[in-house]
Protein backbone atom coordinates (compact mmCIF):
# COMPACT_ATOMS: atom_id res chain seq x y z
CA UNK A 1 0.00 0.00 0.00
CA UNK A 2 1.23 3.61 -1.06
CA UNK A 3 0.53 6.21 1.41
CA UNK A 4 -1.25 9.52 1.03
CA UNK A 5 -0.30 11.92 3.45
CA UNK A 6 -2.61 14.43 4.63
CA UNK A 7 -1.68 17.14 7.36
CA UNK A 8 -4.33 19.51 8.67
CA UNK A 9 -3.24 22.25 11.02
CA UNK A 10 -4.96 24.93 12.93
CA UNK A 11 -4.61 27.30 15.93
CA UNK A 12 -4.55 25.42 19.33
CA UNK A 13 -5.32 28.35 22.39
CA UNK A 14 -3.51 26.80 25.74
CA UNK A 15 -6.51 25.75 26.80
CA UNK A 16 -6.84 23.68 23.99
CA UNK A 17 -10.00 25.21 21.75
CA UNK A 18 -9.92 26.04 18.31
CA UNK A 19 -12.03 28.65 16.54
CA UNK A 20 -15.48 27.34 15.26
CA UNK A 21 -13.90 27.46 11.91
CA UNK A 22 -11.41 25.04 12.50
CA UNK A 23 -13.48 22.65 14.35
CA UNK A 24 -15.97 22.53 11.75
CA UNK A 25 -13.26 21.78 8.91
CA UNK A 26 -11.67 19.03 11.56
CA UNK A 27 -15.05 17.11 11.21
CA UNK A 28 -15.24 17.25 7.79
CA UNK A 29 -11.62 16.35 7.46
CA UNK A 30 -12.15 13.17 9.46
CA UNK A 31 -15.56 12.52 7.36
CA UNK A 32 -13.53 12.73 3.96
CA UNK A 33 -10.27 10.67 5.26
CA UNK A 34 -12.65 7.46 5.99
CA UNK A 35 -14.56 8.09 2.99
CA UNK A 36 -11.43 8.17 0.96
CA UNK A 37 -9.94 5.23 2.83
CA UNK A 38 -12.78 3.13 1.24
CA UNK A 39 -12.64 4.78 -2.29
CA UNK A 40 -8.74 4.56 -2.29
CA UNK A 41 -8.25 0.74 -0.96
CA UNK A 42 -8.64 -1.25 -4.22
CA UNK A 43 -6.09 1.14 -5.69
CA UNK A 44 -3.96 0.37 -2.81
CA UNK A 45 -3.66 3.95 -1.37
CA UNK A 46 -4.06 4.57 2.30
CA UNK A 47 -4.71 7.75 3.45
CA UNK A 48 -2.49 8.67 6.37
CA UNK A 49 -3.77 11.71 8.71
CA UNK A 50 -1.56 13.85 10.25
CA UNK A 51 -3.28 16.68 12.96
CA UNK A 52 -0.77 19.31 13.90
CA UNK A 53 -1.20 21.94 16.68
CA UNK A 54 -0.06 25.30 16.03
CA UNK A 55 0.53 27.41 18.86
CA UNK A 56 -0.52 31.45 19.20
CA UNK A 57 3.20 32.65 18.43
CA UNK A 58 3.07 30.45 15.54
CA UNK A 59 0.19 31.77 14.16
CA UNK A 60 0.62 35.29 14.50
CA UNK A 61 3.97 34.94 12.76
CA UNK A 62 1.57 33.94 9.85
CA UNK A 63 -2.35 33.69 10.25
CA UNK A 64 -2.75 31.91 6.66
CA UNK A 65 -0.72 28.31 8.68
CA UNK A 66 -4.06 27.97 10.25
CA UNK A 67 -6.67 25.66 9.13
CA UNK A 68 -3.98 25.17 5.90
CA UNK A 69 -4.55 21.10 4.88
CA UNK A 70 -1.80 19.39 2.72
CA UNK A 71 -1.99 16.62 0.90
CA UNK A 72 1.58 14.93 -0.53
CA UNK A 73 3.01 17.98 0.53
CA UNK A 74 0.77 20.52 -1.67
CA UNK A 75 -2.02 22.64 -0.03
CA UNK A 76 -5.83 21.74 -1.18
CA UNK A 77 -6.31 24.48 -3.37
CA UNK A 78 -2.91 23.67 -5.52
CA UNK A 79 -4.96 19.86 -6.40
CA UNK A 80 -8.38 21.69 -6.91
CA UNK A 81 -6.81 24.72 -9.44
CA UNK A 82 -8.34 27.47 -6.18
CA UNK A 83 -6.09 29.80 -4.26
CA UNK A 84 -6.01 30.48 -0.89
CA UNK A 85 -7.85 33.78 0.33
CA UNK A 86 -8.11 34.68 4.17
CA UNK A 87 -11.74 36.30 6.23
CA UNK A 88 -11.91 37.76 9.65
CA UNK A 89 -12.06 35.27 12.32
CA UNK A 90 -13.32 35.15 15.81
CA UNK A 91 -12.47 33.74 19.36
CA UNK A 92 -8.86 31.85 19.68
CA UNK A 93 -7.62 33.71 16.50
CA UNK A 94 -8.65 37.29 17.66
CA UNK A 95 -9.29 39.64 15.29
CA UNK A 96 -6.96 37.98 13.14
CA UNK A 97 -7.98 37.11 9.16
CA UNK A 98 -7.96 33.49 8.99
CA UNK A 99 -7.07 31.18 5.94
CA UNK A 100 -10.35 30.61 3.55
CA UNK A 101 -9.73 28.54 0.31
CA UNK A 102 -11.15 29.54 -3.22
CA UNK A 103 -12.24 27.24 -5.34
CA UNK A 104 -14.47 27.87 -8.39
CA UNK A 105 -15.51 30.77 -7.36
CA UNK A 106 -16.69 30.44 -4.44
CA UNK A 107 -15.03 31.03 -0.79
CA UNK A 108 -15.11 28.51 2.13
CA UNK A 109 -13.97 29.14 5.69
CA UNK A 110 -14.89 25.63 6.59
CA UNK A 111 -13.34 23.29 4.22
CA UNK A 112 -16.35 20.97 3.01
CA UNK A 113 -15.59 16.95 2.81
CA UNK A 114 -16.27 16.79 -0.78
CA UNK A 115 -13.38 19.33 -1.62
CA UNK A 116 -11.31 17.09 0.81
CA UNK A 117 -12.68 14.10 -1.36
CA UNK A 118 -11.66 15.72 -4.93
CA UNK A 119 -8.35 16.78 -4.03
CA UNK A 120 -7.40 13.78 -2.45
CA UNK A 121 -8.53 11.52 -5.47
CA UNK A 122 -7.04 13.80 -7.67
CA UNK A 123 -3.52 13.52 -5.57
CA UNK A 124 -3.78 9.57 -5.40
CA UNK A 125 -3.90 9.47 -9.19
CA UNK A 126 -1.22 11.70 -9.30
CA UNK A 127 1.12 9.68 -6.76
CA UNK A 128 -0.18 6.67 -9.40
CA UNK A 129 0.76 7.71 -12.31
CA UNK A 130 3.29 11.04 -11.56
CA UNK A 131 2.26 11.82 -15.89
CA UNK A 132 -0.93 12.95 -15.12
CA UNK A 133 -0.86 16.83 -14.57
CA UNK A 134 -1.97 18.11 -11.14
Not at 78 to 99: F, I, K, T, V
Amino acid sequence: MKNLPILWQRLVSEQGTTCPRCHSTGEEVQRAVEKLKLALEPLGVTPELQVKEIDQATFIQDTLQSNQILIAGQTIEHWLGGQAGSSRCCNECGDNDCRTVEVGGQSYEVIPEELLIRAGVIAAARMLDPTLSA
